[in-house]
Every structure is written in C-alpha cells, then in structure tokens.
C-alpha cells in the first residue's frame, strides 16, 4: 500500500515479514493460534491508519450501492491525473469534452488532499466462494473501495464523506443523462461486468407541448405527476410507498409511447422498458425491480399481450387441455412450450406493482399500455395498484389543433380547419395517421402558405376516406348481421318445425301406442 512517511509502517512490515517466515516452523496449534493472535493484536495496536470499506453490492448484495456509483465519480477527476491504468466508460459529461467516465481500474490507488489531511482511495475486488444461491454474477469478483486514513485525522472522516458524497452528487448531475433501459435475458445475467439492465442514453423529443390531447386532460395529468414529484413527505405521512401507477389505454396510434416519453422527459426520469416475455419467472421478475434505480419510469407495453398473466386465462387453458374435444399434445412438445412461455403469473405482477419489494428506493411510476384495456384481470388494474387510467382516443378537433400547430405552425384562423372539425365530427381517426398528414411536404418557409394548404388539403381527403370507408364497413357488417339473424331465424323456425312435426309424431305414437294398449289390455282381458 502506498502509504506515504511512515518509520511504524515499515517497522511493522518487518516484523510481519518475521512472523510471516517463522510460522512455518510452528506447526499449527496451539502455539500458532496463541502467537498469532497477540501478533494480530500487536499490528492492529500499532498500526496507525483507519481503513473504511464501500462495497458496489449492498443488500444481501442484491442491490448496487448508490454510495458506490458516488465514489467512483468523485474519483473519476483524481483518477484521470493520477493513476495508471483507468476503466473508461460512457458518461454524458459537459466538462470533459471526451464523453467518458474515467475511474479506478482494479488495485489502483489515488491520493485525496482535504483540509490539511491525506486520503487514500484504492479500488479492490474479492474473491468469492461460489454459494448455490446468489444475487450477483459468480463470475465477478464483487469490487469496493476502501478509504485509508490517519487516526489522527479520524474526526475529519464526517466531514470528508460528506464532501465525497455532495461532490460526487454534483458531478452526477452536472453530467446527467437521462438512460433508457430493457431487461437482458437471464442468460445474459452472468460474467465480468454484465447487468441485468442494459442501457442507451434516452433522447425522445416528445414533451407535453407537443403532445396532442384535449387542454383539460393534459393539464390534470401534469399537476397528478407534479404532486407525486414532490410528494415525498405526504406518501411517509399516510404509510405509502413512494410510487404511483398509470394505466394507458386506447387503440394503436393514439400516443400512448408518445406520452410515456412526455412523462420520463417532465419529470427528468429514467425508463426501463420491462419486455415480460424475456422475464422467466417472478424470481427474476423481483431481481429486476430490485436493480431499478429511484426516479423512474418501469414500463410494461401491452400488458395484454403477455400471456399467462390473467387468472381466467389459465383457467381457461386449463379447460381446454381437459376438454375431450382437443387433440392430445404430441410428446415433448408441451415441454417445447414451457420452455419457451415466460413463467410470470399474475400474482407475480401483482406483487411486482405493490408487494414489499416494490417500495425499495421509492420515486418510481409504473406504468402499463394496452389496447384492450377490457382484456385485463381487474385486480392488475385496480385502484392502488394502476392509480390513474388514461385513455387516448382516437382525434378530435382539440387533439387536430396541436398537431396543426406542432407540424404546420398553424392556428384556428385557418380557412380550412372548418371543414376538418365537422370530418373529425364524422370519423375516426388516429392521431398518428392525422399527423402523418400534417407532415410538411417541404421544409422551405418560402413555401409555407403552399404548404399548410396542402397537408390541410391532404388530410381532408384522408377523413372523407375514411369516412367512406367506415360507412361501407358499417354497411356491410349490417349487412352480415341481418343475414345472421335471418339465418337465425331459419334455423329456429326449422328447428320449431322439427319440434313440431316430432311432437305431432310422438303424439300420433302415444295415441297408436296407447291404442295398442288399449287394444292389448282388451285382449288381455278378453284373454281371462
Ligand atoms: N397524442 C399524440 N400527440 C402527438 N403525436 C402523436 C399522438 N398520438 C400519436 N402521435 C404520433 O403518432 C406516432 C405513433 O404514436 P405512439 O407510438 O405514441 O402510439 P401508441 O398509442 O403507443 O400506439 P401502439 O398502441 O401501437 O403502441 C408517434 O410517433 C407520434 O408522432
Ligand atoms: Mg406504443
């Protein structure tokens, strides 16, 4: 270690390296144990610094430390002038012009001057002894810091992490990027350096001034996602994890993604874009909300489509596979299947939302898209868990007029927007395929009257398409349910007939029979 100036240091070097070479001699003992616990204890008296551990894993291991993520930042800026071998990573940082995060690679020390004091920071990694069960990488050696200080200086140790800890946090912030995240398969969950999240920095434009929907919603959406940002101290106060539900739901096209981005790029929050059917089962669903970080955004789009998550699904499965009517699996390829099917259940998910584990960190949104908000089990949706459903619907002329004036830089003043609002009135149209039509066919600003005409123009159209093609559709599907009822009724009437014609039948042969039995019972009774 590089401790600098120091006679003790050296005197107890030597007197390690003595013991060091005359306990081969002891044989081990009770001898060996006696002298080499008052040796441990002579070093410990002796030696004069102070060593503090970090470790990156805390928890059980389970979870990276934030404390951990801090250091290695506050060293990043003693580590670029002063070490030999540096790990460079991806870091979005304004003052270093380069991008990257430098820190300490393995077994490499800096020095820190604080008020007056010297500090020592070397970055260090374990060996571990494999265990059946464990939460971090077995092929990674777990790393940690560890802080070495004068004794002398120990009533500085406060007043330093403190230091390392605000730096750190500045540098973090100054440097911060917001990341978008998705789960790695679990295969993928071992080895030097591998996560369980993989990351890219998130850059979506979309914010709430260009995303179109009715004035009143959106602002009651911006005030609920205000309130939840700051509503630190009033979730402790009524005993409720920090953390809030969303619910999006509406036909495909209606800015459900869109709104998702709005909502990461207001609050200045991470995404991780959960994709379920990579997630085995509800253990490794845990482990991945475990390393989620605070001020998130955890997202799962169409919720409906995974499979296996809604209690009536199951049953309904399990219905099937009973039934006489199905053919019997052939063999093995059940087994084809289970492998393939995410083992997530419902009760998985439920307890992902708000079970214990969900209130880790805290300051985190969940949110859930679907299309068919009808398909979902009730209990995944209810109050508490999915605390606010929003519906984005298909446009109407609030929606048409932000997207006017996002795309074309137009307002209401516009000859042609009359002729939009009774379209709109009319049909249904997404407002993704609206803003395809408001797309500029060019970007010349000489030519923007032309311009707005034209998409204006080209979207009017598009509606009374749309428009014709809704009433064909509705024509033909009346169509199909009048013939279908008249099938109906040709079947009943048939069946009726058929009812009629056996009953008449069957009361012919009652009466024949009977007859017969009449007729029998005389002759019986002719017979006696
Ligand atoms: N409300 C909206 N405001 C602004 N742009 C929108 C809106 N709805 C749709 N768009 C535009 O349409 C495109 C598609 O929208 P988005 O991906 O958000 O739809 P979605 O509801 O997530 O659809 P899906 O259900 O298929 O995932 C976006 O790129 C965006 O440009
Ligand atoms: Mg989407």
Redesign the pocket.
Known sequence: MGVEGVGWGSALASLMFIWAVARQYFPYGPLYMYFHKYIDKVWRFFYPYIEITFQEYTGERMRRSEVYATIRTYLSTNAAQQAKRLVAADHADKDHKHGLLLSLDDFEQVTDDFDGAKFWWTSQKKKTQRSIVSWYPSQEEPRYYRLTLHRRNRHLVDDYLRHVRDRGKEIEVSSRQRKLFTNNPSTNWYGYRRSVWSHMVFEHPATFNTLAMEPGKKEEILLDLDKFRTGKDFYRKIGKPWKRGYLLYGP??TG???M?AAMANHLDYDIYDLELTAVKDNTELRKLLIETTPKSLIVI??IDCSEDLSGKRKKKAAEEDESDQNPPHPPGARKEEDKKISKVTLSGLLNFIDGLWSSCGGERLIVF?TNHVEKLDPALIRRGRMDKHIELSYCCYEIFKVLAKNYLGVDSGHPLFETVRVLLGECKITPADVAENLMPKSYNTEEAGENIRQCLQGLIEALKKTKEDEFIQAEESSKKEGEEKAEGKEKTEGKEKMEGKEKTEGKEKTEGKETVKEASSKDISNGF
């Open positions: 495909p096209g459900k993604s869109t998702i789009e169409d898209t």
